[in-house]
């Protein structure tokens, strides 16, 4: 049966860890998979984490399965998390999945059942697994203009110009903060002109938010979520809990659904459940049941906030430090747009040979596109790292 079978190729982002992990060399560099980082390189549990692990440890009474979705009182506070007051909470319906993956896959699911033959409309560039996760769940996939690589900012006006040429009913894929790959996102006039077209051309917003906090706040982060939601009947928004709650590998993260009303989230509810049970059946448990006990807590929610301002604030610092060492190492070369990207990640701006030499040459990974996780960089490794881009230029 198998002899048929190719193998398939080395995933564009998660190829890298193994690739950076059999490299011997003790100068290499991950600037790949996007996990955050200390100043010693690591990523640890949180602190905040581990007082509700030990929490759950000491009081968890069974393990028995969960429903199709998932723990009611994550899926509550999600949902306060993702909306604040900003949504009627008859129209809404929120569910736990496994990460932010899990919740698009489920998406995508919603999506073809509703609407047969959708197509959805991604930004050019999106986050690598956008593509294959949507379209091969069996979603038609269309780019938008997003990112001018050339002078490294947002093509708005192409941007509003091609969302109103959209297909009426059509979904736009909007990355609500910290866009991935870019750093780059629309301002906050930009989002309401974005807002606006939606409304006007009768699109439907589809929202990923994989990293609330790590741009600018909780709140300033889920912006566009929270003004559509006052302007559009129906909208889908997807959460992660792996970057603010630094649970990649337990798989957390959550499926909002807004719907026109209560009758109709009702149905998109028992649609949405019957699709985890064609999937995973139930989502995993302990992720989900950590960050209920955090933000069902006003203290561990309050030792969360610092601990998700000190990750946002190093991401920026790394960003000035490598900006910084660039000005002095590789001068003719105008590398600001790294401060002024947030989130994880940016663009360095270099092409696929000069990325294929800094990993061959000084064991530097990055993803092809020149797309750096700047947490992997520190002090004591942003000289070398400098010194390795200013050679390859
Ligand atoms: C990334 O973009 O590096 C992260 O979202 C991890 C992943 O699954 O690709």
């Known amino acids: 049966m198998f002899e048929a079978l190719e193998a398939a190729a080395a995933d564009a982002i998660l190829g890298l860890i193994t690739e950076h992990k059999n490299d011997p060399r003790s100068d290499k560099i991950d600037l790949g998979v996007g996990v955050f980082r200390t100043a010693e390189g690591e990523t640890p549990v949180l602190d905040v984490v581990k007082q509700a692990e030990q929490r759950i440890i000491d009081t968890q009474q069974s393990k028995a399965y969960i429903g199709t979705a998932g723990d009611p009182d994550f899926n509550a506070l999600m949902q306060d998390l993702t909306f604040a007051d900003a949504a009627d909470a008859d129209r809404v319906l929120t569910i736990q999945a496994p990460g932010g993956s899990g919740a698009l896959r489920v998406a995508a699911g919603l999506i073809l059942r509703a609407r047969p033959g959708a197509r959805v409309w991604v930004t050019d560039p999106t986050w690598a697994n956008h593509i294959p996760l949507l379209g091969g769940a069996g979603l038609e996939l269309e780019p938008y203009p ?5 002078n490294h900012v947002i093509r708005v006006d192409d941007m509003l110009d091609a969302l109103s040429k959209m297909p009426a009913g059509d979904l736009v894929l909007l990355h609500a903060c910290c866009h991935n790959p870019s750093g780059v996102d629309p301002r906050e ?4 002109a974005i807002a606006d077209i939606i409304v006007e051309r009768d699109l439907v917003p589809f929202v990923d938010m994989a990293y609330q906090g790590f741009a600018h706040s909780l709140n300033d982060d889920a912006f566009i979520v929270r003004h559509l939601a006052g302007l559009v009947p129906e909208m889908i928004v997807t959460n992660s809990c792996s970057k603010n709650f630094g649970l990649y590998r337990d798989r957390v993260g959550s499926l909002s659904v807004l719907c026109a009303d209560k009758a109709s989230r009702d149905i998109v509810n028992s649609q949405v459940n019957n699709i985890v049970r064609t999937i995973y059946s139930v989502p995993p448990d302990h992720g989900a049941v950590v960050v209920a006990t955090i933000l069902g807590d006003s203290e561990l929610k309050a030792a969360w906030r610092v601990e998700l301002a ?6 920026r610092e790394m960003r000035v430090l490598l900006n910084d060492a660039l000005k002095e190492k590789a001068p003719e070369r105008d590398f600001s747009h790294l401060v002024r ?6 663009f360095l701006g270099i ?3 000069q990325v294929d030499r800094l990993k061959k040459e000084y064991g530097v990974y990055m993803v092809g596109s020149s797309r750096i996780n700047t947490a992997g960089i520190t002090a004591r490794n942003v000289n070398y790292l ?3 881009i200013a050679a390859t230029l």
């Not at 000190?310 to 991401?315: A, P, V």
Request: net charge negative.
């Open 146 to 150: 997003y990112y001018d690589d050339e």
């Open 189 to 192: 006039d930009d989002w309401r």
């Open 310 to 315: 000190e990750m946002r604030g190093r991401l």
């Open 341 to 346: 990207a947030r989130g994880m990640f940016c």
């Open 351 to 353: 092409a696929e040979d």
């Open 386 to 388: 400098a010194d390795a």
